[in-house]
């Protein structure tokens, strides 16, 4: 692998412009004060409940235990310039997956004309035939999409821009964005009146805006609610927290029932109809009467209000189909088929395991690749070959060759470095990026996004589930 791309240092001397006046900022920090701040917010974070759950470790009851993620104090600065290119390869990318998504269910140009291979579509359990030929409103499926970018040296030290995945079902951590830059506000004033820093806190705004855009013809004032699993979901605070932030109902599918073709929820006030689902749970379980009988976590007659017209669901169901790992190499395709244009980010390249020729080279290299489940999130069920022991090589070896098809692979991209406050003192570490993409009538988004960090030296693993942290982004507006 070649030497990671440092964000903030052009060499071992120099200092990238945009980050020169936080360079002399932090030069004059003593390390003690930086500690006792990292201390400030940890007390806090844990004082205002933002934590997950983490499903692997188990308490004596067997729940998943509590863990606050890592905040890391030294944020990822983005020039103004840079955001505005990846901002318009992020709204051409939501756009092309949204109008995949659409075709899908729809006439399946794309199908027929051999872009995609009908069986990697039709065949894939994210594909939900209950939505072939569902209309949604506004012709929207990815609502809310949180597409991961990471930056890779190149050959001639510069850094460049990939498209790592695309979540689509019900991408989480939105709200560590917005807490990380209350956070850094209030622990670092001064930092915000040297620094032309574009606000994020009008998230919750732009969220309830898009929802509201999306809701069934006919209803000019529409009832938006959030729909948890509950309080033991990892992300339940994120429900929660924009729940509260938007000001509307957060509610299970107990408080859920259909009646005369329309949703509505148990009020103190009584029945109240329900036009939007920000929903937080994934399609097997919305429905028990179309999807899994035994969930308790939806709304029995939910698909049929949804294919009736008269309720919208963000995420839509069938969502998932764009989500998947084993589509994720078309969607440069899919830019190209659909709008007509070049993509404007790179996808990593990626080896598709139940292609023979690919699973031979993935076989063959194994302990130079990254290989992931076309399925998994959250860092599970993933090799990272040059990280990995003999053993595990061997594992993932016997993996493949049993179930090729539930497998891709991918080159070990050298991720950027960004400084982080660490126990040792300030040291680089490995980092991406999630903006959060918002389709509605528009495609907006605010600035930046989370970065999350890997905090274990030289891990390439940024999942929170994973040991992984979260910095606040800035991008500067000039």
């Known amino acids: 692998m070649r030497p990671s791309f440092d964000e903030m240092h052009a060499t071992s001397t120099t200092v990238r412009d945009h980050y020169k006046a936080y360079d002399r900022w932090l030069a004059r920090q003593p390390r003690d004060l930086m500690q006792a701040r990292r201390r400030e917010a940890e007390m806090i974070f844990r004082r205002v409940g933002i934590t997950f759950a983490v499903y692997g470790d188990k308490d004596e ?20 310039a840079e955001w505005r290119v990846l901002e318009r390869g992020l709204v051409q990318r939501a756009s092309a997956l949204n109008r995949f998504i659409h075709d899908i269910y729809h006439g399946q140009d794309i199908l027929r004309a051999g872009i995609v291979p ?6 894939n359990s994210q594909y939900r035939p209950e939505m072939q030929g569902v209309d949604v409103s506004a012709g929207v499926y990815a609502h809310i999409a949180g597409i991961d970018i990471v930056r890779a040296a190149q050959p001639d030290g510069s850094g460049r821009y990939y498209v790592l995945e695309d979540n689509l079902r019900v991408p989480s951590g939105v709200s560590y964005m917005l807490e990380n830059r209350k956070m850094m506000m209030r622990l670092f004033p001064e930092l915000f009146s040297e620094h032309a820093v574009a606000p994020v806190a009008h998230y919750p705004d732009l969220l309830l805006e898009t929802l509201r855009a999306v809701a069934p013809s006919g209803v000019s004032e529409p009832t938006v609610v959030v729909l948890t699993p509950g309080m033991y979901n990892s992300a339940y605070f994120e429900h929660a927290f924009l729940a509260q932030q938007m000001g509307v109902e957060l509610v299970e599918g107990q408080d859920l029932f259909v009646k005369d073709g329309f949703l509505y929820m148990r009020t103190t006030r009584g029945p109240r109809r329900v036009d939007v689902i920000y929903r937080r749970v994934d399609d097997d379980f919305l429905d028990p009467l179309a999807f899994r009988p035994e969930s308790v976590l939806g709304c029995a007659g939910l698909l049929d209000v949804y294919r009736a017209g008269n309720l919208t669901v963000a995420n839509a169901i069938g969502t998932g189909i764009a989500d998947d790992k084993s589509i994720y190499p ?46 998994g999130a959250g860092g599970y069920g993933m090799l990272v070959g040059p ?58 988004m605010v600035p930046g996004g989370l970065t999350r960090v890997a905090l274990a030296e030289g891990s390439l693993v940024v999942n929170s589930s994973q040991g992984g942290g979260t910095k606040d982004t800035w991008v500067l507006e000039a």
């Open 118 to 123: 009908a069986e990697q579509v039709l065949r």
């Open 61 to 80: 009851d067997g729940s998943g235990t509590e863990r606050l993620i890592p905040f890391d104090l030294i944020p990822r600065i983005i020039p103004a």
């Open 330 to 375: 078309y969607v440069p395709k899919m830019v190209e088929f659909y709008l007509g244009e070049k993509p404007l980010l790179d996808n990593v390249p990626t080896y598709l395991c139940r292609e023979p020729q690919d699973l031979q080279y993935v076989l063959d290299h194994l302990a130079d690749l990254v290989v992931k489940e076309v399925h």
């Open 387 to 444: 990280a990995a022991t003999r053993a595990e090589i061997e594992d993932f070896r016997a993996r493949l060759l049993a179930d090729p098809a539930r497998y891709i692979a991918q080159p070990t991209l050298s991720l950027s470095t960004c400084p982080t406050f660490v126990d040792s003192g300030i040291a680089p570490r490995h980092i991406d990026l999630r903006p959060f993409v918002l389709t509605g009538k528009t495609v907006q």
